[in-house]
Structures are given as C-alpha cells and as structure tokens.
C-alpha cells in the first residue's frame, strides 16, 4: 500500500505570504496526485489534479508542482479564507495523506 | 447543477445494521465513478472505497474490505455505504464524491454534505 506523507503538520503563515506545502509518496505514483482543501464543518474541495492542473473555479494564486514521490501544493498570497487543513491524495488507489493545517500566523 | 445529495444523520447501537445514501443529479450518474470517503470525529480523510454504478463494479481499500458494502442502483441515481454489524469505532462522518473523469482511478471533483453517523456501544 502507498503512504502518503504530509509536511509540515501545521503550517503558520501571514496573510499576503506565501505557504509551501509538501507531500511525499512512498513509491512512485507518476503525476496521479490531488490537493484538497477542508474547511471546519465543510466537505473537502479538489484543488489540483493530475499534480498541476486547477479544478474547475480555483484561483491562479494555488499551483501545484512535482511527480514520482515528491509534490508540492504552493499558495502565491494568503487570503483569509485560504486558512484551512490541506490533504493530499494519490488517485491511483485513493490513499490520503493526513493533512496539513494552514493557520493565521 | 451537478450535485450529490446524501442521506441524513444516523444515531445507532452497536451491532445494528445501517444504509446510508447519495442522491447524484445534475449529470449522467452513470458516466462516472462514486466513492466513499470516511472522516473519523477531528482526524483526516480516509479512502473506503468506489463503484461504478453502471455496471456495479467496485473496489475496496484494504483496510474497508469486508467491514462495509458499497452498492449502487443506477435507476434512481443513488449510491449506498452499508454495513451489517455497527460498532463504536464506525463513528464518524462519510462522504460521498464523484471522481472526476469517468475512471476508476482519479481526484473526486464533486462531494456530498457527509452523513454523521453515531454508534453507541
């Protein structure tokens, strides 16, 4: 079964900067790999697929990067409601990572 | 609107059996593959597993395998999550989500409100 690992745990960051988020893969999973935001009391929403390519309504300001192992989800310039917990996905067998908290700094 | 409706949330016992539902409308239900997504009370997203309602062809995690049945009656658009014999531990909130594409395989676009079910031992 591939691990999906998530970095960091919690992330804190002001708003107008930029977050760097960093998901690992324990073995290759190509480009086959989503980002999710969560918010309290919300179903997730898909973000990124196929690692770099925005779903339908998403801002320019959320890119996603990276294939095989390592990923990275980047946020240009933090809008308030960009503050939520991230996930990462790999779409080939549906493993989660276990999130990441984006907080106010 | 394409959209996914889910039925609403469940206080059971233990051992007590439970359907839960997810009404898709808005698109062709058949064209693309339903999964279940379990969140347990503060913790992340776990993938349980998905269906083609079409033909009625499913995949399971390992870790769901055996412990819930996914189904699918592709007459009135609704996808289901069952189980048999409930327990304390199957407390939590499920998803249902559409994935994207029409594969087996891919990034779930579309997600229902979550079903909240509560078991009591």
């Known amino acids: 079964e591939i691990v999906m690992t998530q970095s960091p745990a919690t992330l804190s960051v002001s708003p107008g900067e930029r977050a760097t988020l960093s998901c690992r893969a324990s073995?290759?999973?190509?480009?086959?790999l989503a980002w999710y935001q969560q918010k309290p009391g919300q179903a997730p929403r898909l973000l990124i697929y196929g690692a770099s390519t925005r779903a339908t309504g998403i801002p320019a300001r959320f890119s996603g990067s990276g294939s095989g192992t390592e990923f990275t989800l980047t946020i240009s310039s933090l809008q308030s409601e960009d503050f939520a917990v991230y996930y990462c996905q790999q779409e080939t067998r549906g493993t989660f990572g276990q999130g990441t908290r984006l907080e106010i700094k | 609107e394409v959209q996914l409706v889910q039925s609403g949330a469940e206080v059971k016992k233990s051992g007590e059996s439970l359907k839960i539902s997810c009404k898709g409308s808005g698109y062709s239900f058949t064209s693309y593959w339903i999964g279940w997504v379990r969140q347990m009370p503060g913790k992340g997203l776990e993938w349980m597993g998905v269906i083609q309602p079409g033909d009625s062809d499913t995949r399971y995690s390992p870790s769901f395998q055996g412990q819930v049945t996914i189904s699918a009656d592709k007459f009135i658009s609704t996808a289901y999550l069952q189980w048999s014999s409930l327990k304390a531990s199957d407390t939590a909130m499920y998803y249902c989500a559409r994935q994207r594409g029409g594969y087996a395989h891919d990034a779930f676009d579309i997600w229902g409100q979550g079903t909240m079910v509560i078991v009591s031992s």
């Open positions: 073995q290759s999973v190509s480009s086959n």
